[in-house]
C-alpha cells in the first residue's frame, strides 16, 4: 500500500481556474441584468490573514515534534487535525483566489474608468492573501508528512530469488 500523497498543486490549479471560470460567467450574468459586482469586505481579507497565521503556528508545532523535540500538547489526533486542517486551506485558499480573480476580470473591461480601475485593486489584494492561504496550507501540509524510517526494509520479507 503506498502512502496518501496529499493534496497536490495540480489539483489546487484546477479548482482555482475550475472556480475562475464558473465565477466569472456566474458575474458576467449577473452584470448583464444591470448588477454591480459585489464590493469585497476587507474583514475577509482579514479573516484569511488570521487564518493563515493560526494554520502556520499549528503545523509549526507539529514540524517540531515530528523533528525530534518533544512538545505533550500535540498528540497524534492534533497532528492529523492540523494536516487535514492545512490540506483544507490549500484547497480553500485556491477556489478564493479564482473567485476575486473572476471579480477582477468581470471589472477589467472597464479598467480605463477611475473608479471602476479603484474597485479592481482590492479584488487582486484578496487575491493575493488567498493565494498566501493556500501556500501556507501546502506548506503545513508538508510539515505534517512524516518522514520514512531507515528501519523500513527490515519489516519487508526478503525477496525471493
Not at 503506498?2 to 449577473?30: C, D, E, F, K, N
Not at 503545523?59 to 517540531?64: E, F, I, N, S, T
Amino acid at each position: 500500500m503506498t502512502p496518501h500523497s496529499g493534496i497536490r498543486v495540480s489539483t489546487l490549479v484546477l479548482a482555482g481556474l475550475a472556480m475562475t471560470v464558473v465565477a466569472w460567467l456566474g458575474l458576467r450574468w449577473l452584470t448583464a441584468g444591470g448588477n454591480a459586482v459585489p464590493e469585497p469586505g476587507w474583514v475577509g481579507a482579514a479573516a484569511m490573514l488570521f487564518l493563515t497565521g493560526g494554520l502556520v503556528i499549528a503545523g509549526w508545532q507539529v514540524r517540531k515534534v515530528r523533528d525530534g523535540l518533544p512538545n505533550l500538547a500535540i498528540s497524534p489526533l492534533r497532528a492529523a487535525r492540523t494536516l487535514v486542517l492545512g490540506q483544507a486551506g490549500a484547497l480553500t485558499g485556491s477556489v478564493l483566489v479564482g473567485w476575486y480573480l473572476a471579480n477582477a476580470l468581470v471589472l477589467l473591461p472597464d479598467a480605463d474608468v477611475d473608479s471602476q480601475r479603484g474597485r479592481i485593486l482590492p479584488f487582486v489584494l484578496h487575491a493575493v492573501v488567498a493565494l498566501l492561504l493556500a501556500v501556507a496550507g501546502m506548506v503545513v501540509q508538508n510539515w505534517c508528512r512524516l518522514r520514512p524510517r531507515d528501519d523500513e526494509d527490515e519489516d519487508q520479507p526478503p525477496a525471493a530469488s
